[in-house]
């Protein structure tokens, strides 16, 4: 029996308007969903100020004292769901919250990384380039350096070599798990991937809430891949009819979209596996992860990895960009002005 599993990871800004000027921060939400969303409880009541106020670590008079009006129970419940720790008399958020001296500085530094990883991987970077140039998909490019080498192939080597917070729900831990934290200002811009997989491919969508197209016909892609796999072209009208509309297809049935094969006979998935071992070995052997944990008070190794190599990501899109070596996609840099067919650029496909 065929299954299709959706994955989706929250990384991003929410538009909502919150108290305690939230809104002006970058919200993060990097993690597996149990039985509640940590957006839920961190954005409801006035647990936001709450957050806030426990940075440093504070007694309950200590928190009484700052006129706070809070019932007991919100903080047991933030605790609960493992937002707060209780460490001697003192509380103190399991959440990182950046305020603008301490974002300025780490971005400063972050920058520097960046430079210096495109320094490494300039080479490849153009090669990858070359390979989706001369496939016809040129206008995949930052989705593909974006969403396959720095938002999936990156995060796996980090994940066997244990540098990554394992997102993995337990019975002890059964709302979510993961990292949350919050940064001040925003970036001008970021975008995230989301993921289908269904028997034996695995469909990516960057997507951005600055988008100007968007995709939810899921179903549709489902029945692409199974037409896919038969007749290696799309067959069926009505859906045909549907990709077409989204540039996913063309008039005589064949795809419109990088494929990648997980092998080492494919080019794309050689030199994007290349140009990610660079930036894994890069993060791991020349940056002291342990001296941020403890420079921006961040609460383990891990977490530091995942929030510093965010920025990172950022930084190095953010620098390819202003030199001209990529380009946003036209959903992405003009959301006003694009159309629906754009959105094959947004897309790829893995073919397990």
């Known amino acids: 029996m065929k299954k299709t599993v ?95 001296e301490k974002t300025k500085k780490i971005r400063e530094e972050t920058y520097n990384y960046a430079l210096k990883i495109i320094s490494e991987i300039n080479k490849d970077y153009k090669t990858l380039k070359k390979i989706l140039l ?53 970036r001008n811009f970021s975008c995230g991937t989301n993921k289908m997989s269904h ?23 489902s029945l692409m891949i199974d037409e896919y796999k038969l007749n290696r072209k799309i067959t069926n ?3 045909k009819d549907i990709l077409m509309n989204y540039g996913l297809c063309k008039t005589d049935g064949s795809v419109n979209f990088p494929i990648i094969k997980n092998d080492e006979n494919d080019d794309i998935n050689n030199i994007s596996n290349k140009i990610a071992k660079t930036i894994t070995d890069f993060l791991i052997k020349e940056i002291d992860f342990s001296s941020i944990m403890s420079q921006y008070n961040i609460n383990s190794k891990t977490e530091t990895v995942v929030i510093l190599y965010h920025e990172i990501m950022w930084d190095i899109l953010d620098i390819l960009e202003k030199d001209n070596k990529i380009k946003k996609p036209k959903a992405f840099l003009e959301p006003d002005n694009c159309k629906k067919t754009d959105f094959k650029d947004l897309f790829f496909l893995i073919e397990m």
């Not at 491919?201 to 549709?220: H, P, Q, R």
Request: charged share 25%; with cysteine.
């Open 6 to 100: 959706f994955i989706v990871i929250l990384i991003g800004v929410y538009s909502q308007i919150f108290s305690q000027n939230m809104d002006d921060y970058e919200k993060n939400y990097y993690c597996m969903v149990g039985y509640t969303h940590p957006q839920r409880v961190v954005e409801s009541n006035n647990n936001w100020e709450l957050l806030n106020k426990l940075i440093g670590g504070k007694t309950l008079s200590e928190l009484n004292a700052k006129e706070i009006k809070y019932p007991k129970k919100h903080l047991d419940i933030l605790q609960m769901l493992n937002l707060v720790e209780e460490r001697g008399d003192k509380y103190y958020p399991k959440v990182c919250i950046f305020n603008e």
């Open 134 to 186: 001369n496939q016809g998909f040129e206008g995949n490019t930052y989705t593909i350096f974006f969403s396959y080498v720095m938002d999936d192939l990156v995060w796996d080597e980090l994940e066997k070599l244990n540098y990554k917070t394992i997102r993995e729900l337990t019975p002890d831990n059964p709302f979510w798990s993961g990292n949350v934290w919050f940064i001040y200002p925003k």
């Open 199 to 221: 028997d034996g491919y695995t469909a990516n969508v960057n997507w951005s809430y600055d988008s100007g197209v968007s995709f939810n016909k899921y179903k549709n892609l």
């Open 237 to 239: 009208k009505s859906n």
